[in-house]
């Protein structure tokens, strides 16, 4: 029993070691140089054997077994083992390093996007900051006056011209914010000498206030779908001037058809833009003008009824006047 478990270790020794010498086994490691020490034996890696070490014996061939106390295991071959670093204990590969991920809104894309765009991306660049610069302007504009509003203001102004105190609205009026009442405050102080000049000269300085910076926004709208029409044509021209080249044909090209569109793309996302605000801001002012002319209207009226009626009566006391007199 003990030779037959001597003879199973040399026979294994020696196909590790012969697995260990072949130079087509896949992940076998080499000897390892004499006076090297041994290395840790690694889970499943084959070991080899030694310089030195006396060679196994053959399969069948007998074993020496040597004075071996009874009770006791035969002593192990003398063959040192070393053993090999297994390929699952091998330093993996160093991880690729991360390529920054330039997104649609990173700055390295929109200023490459930017010089692809060739040289008339410069005049769209500044239509768009004049553009974006009007519209955040008439916004907060328009959110003041929003919060200017004082309809209840302008219902006391009626109701007291109504009851003939032009003194009272006058004072009610006065100081407001509202260009509803400025324009009614100008037109009761200057009632004596044209009332509805004064109504149309306050309306039309309102008006002129409401509609600030619309011609710019209206240029703005037009102009830009021209530029980026005119980068297109230059992008076009360029492209078509490098086809008589042939090494350099599909590279420009592609460059120039690249600078025609992010310029008809940029043109048209600025119109686009200024379009929207454009009517709506139109539409506030249309709807001032009709507010204003309403209020003219109204005042011109009421004062027009106060005037005649005080008309009538001074006309029916002066013939009462004239008949006591002439007693």
């Known amino acids: 029993m003990k030779t037959?478990?001597?003879?199973?270790?040399?026979?294994?020794?020696?196909a590790l070691t012969s697995l260990?010498?072949?130079?087509?086994?896949?992940?076998?490691?080499?000897?390892?140089p004499a006076g090297a020490p041994p290395a840790a034996v690694g889970p499943g890696a084959p070991a080899a054997v030694s310089p030195g070490a006396p060679a196994a014996m053959s399969p069948g061939a007998p074993a020496q077994t040597g004075n071996v106390p009874p009770g006791e295991s035969p002593a192990a071959p003398a063959a040192a083992v070393t053993a090999t670093l297994s390929p699952a204990a091998a330093s993996p590969p160093p991880a690729a390093e991360a390529q920054p991920s330039g997104g649609v809104l990173g700055s390295n894309w929109l200023i490459d996007k930017f010089h692809k765009g060739g040289p008339i991306m410069w005049p769209i660049l500044i239509v768009s900051i004049i553009g974006l610069t009007v519209v955040i302007e008439r916004i907060f504009w328009w959110g003041g006056r929003w919060f200017r509003r004082d309809p209840k203001r302008i219902e006391k102004v009626f109701t007291a011209i109504e009851n003939g105190d032009t003194t009272e609205a006058s004072r009610l009026s006065r100081g407001s914010r509202d260009p509803v009442l400025r324009m009614?405050?100008?037109?009761?102080n200057h009632q004596h000498a044209?009332?509805?000049g004064a109504l149309q000269v306050a309306a039309g300085i309102?008006?002129?206030?409401?509609?600030?910076?619309?011609?710019v926004m209206d240029t703005l709208v037009t102009l830009a779908p021209l530029l980026g029409l005119l980068g297109t044509i230059t992008g076009l021209i360029r492209s078509f001037s490098f086809l008589g080249n042939e090494e350099l044909a599909v590279q420009a090209v592609t460059g120039g058809i690249a600078e025609a569109l992010i310029a008809t793309a940029c043109g048209l996302g600025i119109a686009i833009f200024a379009l929207i605000p454009f009517n709506f801001?139109?539409?506030?002012?249309?709807?001032?003008?009709?507010?204003?002319?309403t209020a003219a209207t109204n005042l011109e009226v009421m004062l027009g009824a106060q005037t005649s009626a005080r008309d009538l009566d001074f006309a029916a006391q002066a013939p009462a006047s004239g008949k006591g007199s002439s007693i």
């Open 4 to 14: 037959s478990l001597i003879v199973c270790l040399s026979s294994l020794a020696l």
């Open 20 to 32: 260990a010498q072949s130079p087509a086994a896949p992940g076998a490691a080499q000897t390892s």
């Open 184 to 188: 009614m405050w100008n037109g009761l």
């Open 194 to 196: 044209s009332l509805q």
């Open 206 to 215: 309102e008006i002129k206030r409401a509609g600030r910076f619309l011609v």
């Open 281 to 293: 801001f139109t539409s506030r002012v249309s709807n001032l003008e009709f507010e204003l002319q």
